[in-house]
């Protein structure tokens, strides 16, 4: 499936890819240590699951072949492939296409946009974007697909056809372009992933590839990302659902639909790409933006609650057991794509393969993540006491009672507190970062966005804490505190009997 000048054989008369693209090769062996160094090896065990779970998605889902890769704290530390030809390797460097996880690079050129002052992310789109009657729907609601507008382009269907025939964004938005009200609910939406591709050409004064290019892939080095393919990549097929033959798929430059599924990229720049969406980088964006890409923006169906499924700014979010995942999944005709990634475990996995349906390539994904958490989970950091802490925080340390539930209140690195419930109790807690003035702000949980303060009486004297008008007391229902409703006069007392 994957073709390359320099990986043919005169023996294995293969035709060019853009005519009709072969099967790619079999990788040989685990898919790991012999293609080179690779930081932090994993255990043989570990890689012996790793490749056994590639191969049943490969074998079971009939992929003509299935490339992945598992990164650990921003290094790759296994990849392996499977395909139906052997006697090629498809690697790191051959591209696939990546469907929807295109969205995820065009929220980051909006969210850099956001950053640098030139929109708001609640900016009704009509402010940037006149005339293109969705002018209601703001910024973040196309972001998270909250803006009501349908999930296609009017007939025919855009992935299977050029983008020549959609040449302005009123082509691609159709006559009737709303499907819900908006900012009622979440209904995915690849038309609303193009508006933001035009948003982010009106206000860059470029096309969006280039802007791309210039403002995300070459600062983190994603070389092999791009809008054409370039060898070696990848030929999309359509396996038969009730037979063991195939055919190839239409290989479309996607137009105005591209910032929402036009993309190619590899296993090794999507790795990166996860590196940069788990911390962030300061030549792209900084860490609170991937978080607040990250953060759940959208309400889901009642079926998606069900199995944990929320979307946040151009990124997906699922449960999966106890374990967090973020990322994107994407399909085009022809090609399955998956990025998943663990923050809280610095874990993340890609999966790719070349056919228009078969494996689960997101389950496959998330599986990967899974076998090394178990398998390998991350050894804590040795435990240090602070360096430097202010007198007046470490004052507040200790137990706090919101009512009659307990809590803790710690001093962090940098000036943060975590206030949250004791060991096996119950209350809600949040992290929370220095404002310079006393106070700070609430970065996770319920209280995020909250302002925490400690509220002193007429001696000077911390009298509670104030979470966004919860009062938290030294002593459940403390009546020295300004508790709300105030506190019975006669306190505490047994029940008479």
């Known amino acids: 499936m994957t073709t390359s000048a320099s990986a043919q054989s005169s023996s294995d008369q293969l035709p060019p890819p853009q005519s009709s693209p072969q099967p790619s090769p079999v990788h040989a062996g685990p898919g790991t240590d012999d293609e080179g160094p690779i930081t932090g090896r994993l255990l043989p065990g ?6 056994h779970r590639l191969a049943t998605g490969q074998t079971d889902g009939r992929a003509p072949s299935l490339v992945a890769a598992v990164v650990r704290d921003g290094d790759v530390v296994w990849r392996g492939a499977r395909s139906c030809v052997a006697g090629h390797e498809p690697d790191e460097q051959v591209q696939y ?17 956001r950053d640098e002052g ?27 697909h909250n803006g009501g507008l349908a999930a296609e382009a009017p007939a025919p269907w855009w992935e299977r056809t050029p983008g020549s025939l959609r040449p302005t964004l009123g082509d691609v938005l159709g006559d ?69 033959v195939m055919m190839p798929e239409p290989a479309e430059n996607l137009g105005l639909m591209t910032p929402a599924g036009g993309l190619w990229s590899t296993t090794g720049d999507l790795a990166r790409f996860a590196a940069f969406l788990s911390h ?48 994107h999944a994407g399909s085009v005709p022809g090609f399955l794509a998956s990025l998943v990634i663990s923050v809280e475990e610095g874990l993340a996995a890609i999966a790719l393969a070349n056919c228009t349906s078969g494996p689960s390539v997101t389950a496959i994904a ?3 993540v899974r076998i090394v958490g178990e398998a390998e989970p991350r050894i804590p950091e040795p435990w240090k006491p602070l360096t430097e802490v202010d ?17 803790v209140l710690r001093p962090a690195a940098d000036g943060a507190v975590v206030l949250g419930p004791i060991a096996g109790g119950r209350g809600r807690g949040s992290r929370f970062r220095p404002n310079g003035d006393g106070t700070w702000t ?20 911390v009298s509670h804490l104030d979470v966004g008008s919860f009062v938290f007391t030294r002593e459940p229902y403390d009546r020295q505190a300004p508790v709300p409703g105030g506190v019975d006069e006669e306190g505490w007392r047994a029940f008479p009997g």
């Open 46 to 51: 570990t890689r012996r699951a790793l490749l």
């Open 176 to 244: 009737e372009p709303f499907r819900h009200p908006v900012g009622r609910r979440f209904h995915y939406s690849n038309t609303g992933f193009t508006v933001l591709g035009e948003l982010v050409e009106r206000l860059r004064g470029a096309p969006w590839e280039e802007v791309l290019r210039r403002e995300v892939l070459q600062p983190l080095g994603l070389d092999r990302t791009s809008v054409e393919p370039q060898s070696p990549h990848a030929g999309g097929w359509a396996v038969h659902p009730w037979a063991d």
């Open 366 to 368: 998330g599986d990967l």
């Open 280 to 327: 962030g980088d300061d030549r792209v964006l900084g860490a609170d933006s991937v978080r607040e890409m990250r953060t759940p923006a959208a309400p889901s169906e009642a079926s998606d609650v069900a199995t944990g499924y929320a979307y946040g700014l151009g990124m997906e979010v699922q449960q999966q057991g106890d374990r967090m995942l973020v990322g």
């Open 391 to 407: 007198d007046a925080v470490l004052k507040l340390a200790g137990p706090w009672y919101w009512g009659t539930q307990a809590h």
């Open 118 to 144: 030139v929109l708001d992310l609640g900016d009704p789109l009509e402010k940037h974007l006149p005339d293109t009657g969705i002018g209601e729907a703001t910024v973040a609601q196309l972001l998270s």
């Open 442 to 461: 609430g970065l996770n949980g319920y209280y995020a966005g909250e302002i925490l303060r400690a509220v002193r009486g007429s001696d000077g004297a």
């Open 97 to 113: 296409r990546i469907g929807s996880i295109s969205k995820t690079f065009t929220a980051v050129l909006v969210m850099r946009l």
